[in-house]
Nanobody, 122 residues
Framework: QVQLVESGGGLVQAGDSLRLSCAAS????????MGWFRQVPGKAREFVAT????????SYVNSVKGRFTISRDNNKNTMTLQMNSLKPDDTAVYYC???????????????WGQGTQVTVSS
């Protein structure tokens, strides 16, 4: 089992940057695909980015390509999401999640953090 804790959210202005972190417990962090999702009230949870177990393959939703970068450090059991050139549309609660397969589908992620709020003002 994996427990996930996000940090790094906050209130920023459009064009600013934020770095989200996800700390994982357990000895098996390196065996999971890790992903970031986001959700706004009244909407479904949206895939943002994912990285495979070894950090070799990544996938992003089109709206963040070129602005967000996902990375992981298996030695430290951490994953990060560097978010640059933030836009008001990026405002959401951001969740990190762990899956046993490389996937962009939220339904295939087994473990979830509690989320961290990101608010981008115009």
């Amino acid at each position: 089992q994996v427990q996930l804790v996000e940090s790094g959210g906050g209130l920023v202005q459009a064009g600013d940057s934020l770095r989200l972190s996800c700390a994982a417990s357990g000895r098996t962090f390196g065996s999971y695909t890790m992903g970031w999702f986001r959700q706004v009230p009244g909407k479904a949870r949206e895939f943002v980015a994912t990285i495979d177990r070894g950090g070799f393959s990544r996938s992003y939703v089109n709206s963040v390509k070129g602005r967000f970068t996902i990375s992981r450090d298996n030695n430290k059991n951490t994953m990060t999401l560097q978010m640059n050139s933030l836009k008001p549309d990026d405002t959401a609660v951001y969740y990190c999640a762990a899956a046993q397969v490389f996937t962009t589908s939220a339904s295939q992620y087994n473990y979830w953090g509690q989320g961290t709020q990101v608010t981008v003002s115009s």
